[in-house]
């Protein structure tokens, strides 16, 4: 299906494919964390990358969100070669990140928090000192936002007063602030219970409404719940690329995560809830 932006009055066609790689590689003094990767995501898809500990998912995240300098390697978003530039820059294009670790405010209250993504609509760095009353016209929108991820009843608190589950809900409400085109999920649903986990998969399903969304994720029953394509990673190179009921098939793809040969195919990748 053909994809048009509006552009002057005129609707320009624009790729499919919204982000890619050519041969990105990371190299650490001599030891190689990602090699040769090729990635091509879907536009308006939700992509998984996964692998076992230790494949390189998160060197490649930053890799993409420019966090680290490839060793060799190209890397294109929306069109436009991205290899050179700098978080901020990326950030600003509309491909945005989170982080395995969960990074909000802890003293500022859940509004707050919101309202301090919002103001980067003022495209000033120093909002911090502005009045208060100036800052409250941002109030409505990061109200909406906080209903969007199910924390409307939690305003108030500080975020260091939320459970677990929940900061990483708004974790994810402060980066759909920022407005993404696409968004980049670095395990958002590791260390939660059940609970939290389902809450957070019916997020990424409502909120990649109009979005592409890459996700690093270790639980394959929310991989296999999400993800339209999944590339599997191995000692840092692309293992295997597919839906999730064909890379849950493939014989290189379950050694990789038992660790032995693979001697029943059928049974597919263990699944870990």
């Known amino acids: ?61 930053n890799l993409l ?51 301090v993504a919002l103001q980067r609509q003022r ?3 120093f909002d911090f000192w502005r009045s208060d009353s100036l800052l409250r016209q941002y109030d409505d929108r990061a109200m909406a936002l906080l ?9 108030a ?26 968004l980049l999920l670095d395990e958002p649903t590791a260390g939660m219970a059940h609970e939290d986990v389902d809450r957070i998969v019916a997020l990424v399903k409502r909120v990649s409404a109009g979005r592409t969304v890459l996700l690093v994720e270790h639980n394959l029953k929310v991989v296999s719940g999400l993800c339209d394509t999944i590339t599997v990673l191995a000692r840092g190179s692309v293992l295997a690329e597919g839906d999730y009921n064909s890379v849950a098939r493939n014989p290189d793809v379950i050694a990789a995560y038992l660790g032995t040969e693979a001697h029943t195919v059928s049974e597919g ?4 809830g």
Request: charge should be positive.
């Open 65 to 115: 969100t420019k966090f680290l300098p490839p060793t060799r390697g190209s890397i294109r978003y929306d069109g436009r070669d991205i290899t050179g530039m700098k978080p901020a820059e990326v950030a600003r294009l509309g491909l945005v990140r989170s982080f395995q670790i969960s990074a909000v405010f802890p003293h500022l209250s859940v509004l707050e928090n919101v309202r």
């Open 1 to 61: 299906m053909a994809v048009y932006r509006h552009q002057q009055g005129r609707a320009i066609r624009v790729s499919d494919t919204i982000l890619e790689t050519e041969g990105l590689t990371k190299e650490f003094r001599g030891f190689v964390a990602v090699s040769d990767v090729t990635l091509k995501i879907r536009r308006g898809s939700i992509h998984g990358l996964i692998g076992p500990n230790g494949a390189g998912k998160t060197t490649c995240f």
């Open 269 to 272: 990748v263990p699944v870990h």
């Open 147 to 155: 209903d969007d991820v199910g924390l409307t009843g939690y305003s």
């Open 157 to 182: 608190l500080t975020a260091g007063e939320l459970p677990y589950g929940r900061k990483r809900a708004l974790e994810i409400a402060t980066t759909l602030a920022l407005d993404p085109t696409m």
């Open 123 to 125: 495209g000033g760095s």
